[in-house]
């Protein structure tokens, strides 16, 4: 758990006027409203890391950022589905999962 | 470390630009968080920024370049963690993009993940069917069923939902060409013209229509029978309504959109002696003049 001031320690050139614009938008979503009140976890932290990297190393445009986070979500929304599922079939007796495989495998074959 | 300027790829008299112009592309391609299956990209990501943050110093860009120091010593301190080592947590947590995924979405998404993708042994698809099929403006904006006759003469029921727009593309799993080898059915992708309707138009989930009144309706004002995609309303027009009002008629439109009503007011065409001889002498009690905003001389 970190505070507003401890975070833009971390970066050379990040200040808290940016940051609070970049929670404002949405980026990086914290369960208060009220600056005051914000803490940040680990996942935040990593987040704001990679918005920094965005913006600062790769020069992704301040308005592109969205779509870039946007699409990001989808992807670990996606994988954690994903690893979901085949955590699921793991706990299955063997025959399941092997019918769930030549399913897969032969999609609609039956 | 190797040669931070092979890494970046730039030659050794390279102007800040270039080295930056480099790095950028690189990184775009190797931050681990945006490639969260390449547990290599850590590292490419790691040597490259280390290769940036020397090359992009002049001070330490040139002592490297006079063999001062090696590219070892500005290797990156703080370990740190990156997005994509909270693993599930980005996916499943607070910064899902939507909502939880349904059994629909699931299957299809295993579909895509596995069942597409030619491996060896695999029996092949069958091809996807492209036909095209017309609807009525009503029946897009309310959802209907629509049979389609296909070239073999075998008929395929499909169920328009309501509010689909011209253009669009239906996809039915399984409906299309049989496979050739024992697999899956292709689907029948069905491309959707909406007809133009006489009065009705859309904007979104809006409808929009042009009322005429006549110049005793928008003078004196009326209750007037105003069509909508689910059958006629009663509208009341307030009096002293100009051509170009806009009136709303609340969830009237396509799934909980509404329906915009556009007044436009008409003028007898045929002739009608007394309303002119009543015009020539007419002198408002408000005289206006409606060009005034146009300040023509």
Redesign the interface.
């Known amino acids: 758990m970190m505070k507003l001031e401890a975070i833009v320690t971390r970066f050379p050139d990040l200040e808290i006027v940016e940051l609070t614009a970049w929670i404002e938008q949405g980026w990086i979503r914290l369960e208060s409203d009220t600056p005051a009140a914000w803490v940040f976890d680990g996942i935040d932290v990593a987040r704001i890391e990679l918005i920094y990297d965005l913006r600062r190393r790769l020069g992704v445009q301040e308005d592109t950022v969205p779509m870039v986070l946007s699409l990001l979500d989808q992807v670990y929304e996606l994988r954690a589905t994903l690893k979901a599922v085949t955590g699921a079939l793991e706990h299955q007796p063997a025959e399941v999962r092997a019918a769930v495989v030549a399913a897969l495998a032969g999609a609609d074959a039956s | 470390m190797k040669d931070p300027y092979k890494l970046l790829g730039v030659e050794r008299g390279a102007d800040d630009k270039a080295i ?1 112009k480099a ?2 592309k690189l ?2 391609l190797h ?1 681990p ?2 490639n ?1 299956d390449k547990p290599e990209a850590e590292a490419t990501f790691k040597d490259i ?1 280390a290769a ?1 943050t020397l090359l992009s110093d002049p001070e330490k860009r040139g002592r490297f370049d006079r063999g001062e120091i090696d590219a070892e010593g500005t290797e990156q301190g ?1 370990a ?7 693993g ?11 909502p939880a ?1 349904g059994d629909e979405d ?1 299957e299809s ?3 895509n ?4 993708r030619p ?1 060896g ?3 092949m ?1 069958g091809a996807d069917m492209h036909y095209t099929l017309s609807v009525d403006f009503v029946d897009a904006a309310k959802g209907t069923v629509k049979r389609l006759t296909l070239p073999d003469g075998a008929t395929l029921d499909v169920t328009i939902p309501a509010g689909l727009k011209d253009g669009q593309v239906l996809r039915l799993k ?1 409906k299309g060409q049989a ?1 050739p080898s ?4 292709g689907d029948a992708l069905i491309e959707i013209s909406v007809m133009p309707h006489p009065f009705f138009r859309r904007d979104g989930n809006d409808v929009i229509i042009d009322l005429p009144v006549t110049v005793q309706e928008a003078v004196m004002g009326a209750k007037i029978r105003v069509p909508t995609i689910e059958g006629p309303v009663t509208l009341t027009i307030q009096p002293r309504s100009n051509s170009g009002t806009r009136m709303r008629l609340k969830g009237r439109g396509i799934a909980g959109g509404h329906q915009f009503v556009d007044l436009r007011v008409v003028i007898p065409t045929a002739a009608e002696p007394e309303l002119e001889a009543f015009l020539a002498t007419w002198q408002p009690q408000h005289p206006v003049d409606p060009r005034s905003a146009m300040e023509v001389p």
């Open positions: 930056q790095y950028r990184a775009k931050h968080d945006l969260p920024s940036y703080a740190r963690n990156f997005y994509r080592d909270f599930d947590r980005p996916g499943s947590g607070k910064y899902q993009s939507g995924f699931l998404l295993l579909r993940a596995f069942g597409r491996r042994g695999f029996a698809r399984g496979s024992g697999g899956a059915a």
